[in-house]
């Protein structure tokens, strides 16, 4: 069938937020229609963190690898474990700007699908984060999955 397995790289974007699970259960389910595809989870601290990260707590030693290594244990426990056997799967994180970031791995990995939740309510960062997705539906080189927040996850298979 020629629209068999057109997903070959997902990277599903997580922020931790609550809709990023309802999301990820979506990449993990186009991951699993998909043979032979590679999940890709990503999260980016964004840069305002990343500066006062940098700025503000330079005497505390290894602060980046506590922050990495904080990262990597919620990737574990909240994504990592509940992914199948079978299912390839790889973690990457950045620090920058998020959209700018995101679209630069979408095109120096080459990936085939992003998948990322919308976010809700009405305060001004979940404004910005509907502008954000906007953005990137529109600047990215492949599809966008968005899923929004309350959206129930495609049951299992």
Known sequence: MPHRNLFKKILFC???????????????NVAQGNEG???IIYHVIPEPEAQFWNSYIYEVDDVDKKAEQDI????????????????????????????????EISRSEDIDLIVIGRGAGANMINRLLGDF?????????????????????????
């Not at 990737?75 to 700007?97: F, K, W």
């Open 14 to 28: 997580t922020d931790f937020n609550s809709d990023a699970l309802q999301a990820f259960y979506y990449a993990l």
């Open 37 to 39: 595809s590679e999940l």
């Open 72 to 103: 990597a244990k919620v990737i574990d426990e909240t994504y990592l474990q509940r992914i199948p056997e079978g299912i390839s799967c790889s973690v990457r994180t950045a620090m920058g700007n998020v959209g700018e970031e995101i679209l």
């Open 133 to 157: 997705v906007k953005k990137l539906i529109h600047k990215a080189s492949c599809p966008v999955l968005v899923i929004p927040e309350g959206k129930n996850p495609p049951a299992e298979s």
